[in-house]
């Protein structure tokens, strides 16, 4: 059986009135006082649909979720800032994605001080307390294999983003 627009509209502002009533409640709670309006409310003094005090709390409603918005797409914005500036624009192909990844100075960075402590794990370990001690021994090979692996990855994402030709070519 169809709905008029009459029982329509009242089951909307029923709705929306029910919505409000749990705004203010909540708002109540978090506040820790209760406000003569929403006491209001509650003995179910509702005011007219249309009336002044009606539209103020429509406009509060609607002004607390454009807010919340508004922080939800800032924040948003600003990851899309960062991993923007670190992997580079979004624009152009996945090579040159690639390429402004490995550019990027953090990564520079990263890799600088991986082959630092790389280099001074290797001069460590030439000598004799490292061959003799089983633990230590292992640990030296499981940070050895771990840095391999980062290395590895690296010279991949190089040969994808500069290609073979210009990879080699490349005297650095």
Not at 30 to 42: K, L, N, Q
Not at 132 to 158: S, Y
Request: aromatic share 12%; hydrophobic share 40%.
């Amino acid at each position: 059986m169809p709905i008029s627009a009459a029982a329509a509209t009242n089951a909307r502002r029923q709705a929306n009135d029910r919505r409000v009533e749990r705004y203010d409640l909540f708002h109540k709670q978090r506040s820790g006082h209760c406000s003569g309006r929403s006491a209001r409310f509650r003995q179910g003094q509702r005011p007219a649909p249309r009336s002044g005090e009606y539209v103020k709390k429509q406009k509060r409603v609607s002004r607390v979720g454009e807010t919340a918005l508004k922080m939800r797409s800032s924040f948003a914005e600003s990851a899309r800032k960062s991993a923007q500036k670190i992997l580079g624009s979004s624009e152009g192909s996945y090579r040159s994605r690639a390429k402004n990844f490995m550019q990027n100075e953090t990564v520079q960075c990263v890799l600088i001080f991986m082959i630092v402590a790389n280099s001074i794990l290797m001069g460590i370990a030439t000598f004799d307390f490292v061959d003799d001690d089983p633990f230590i021994k292992d640990h030296f090979e499981l940070v050895d294999n771990i840095l391999l692996f980062f290395f590895t990855v690296e010279l991949a994402i190089n040969l994808f983003a500069y290609g073979l030709y210009d990879f080699f070519r490349d005297n650095w």
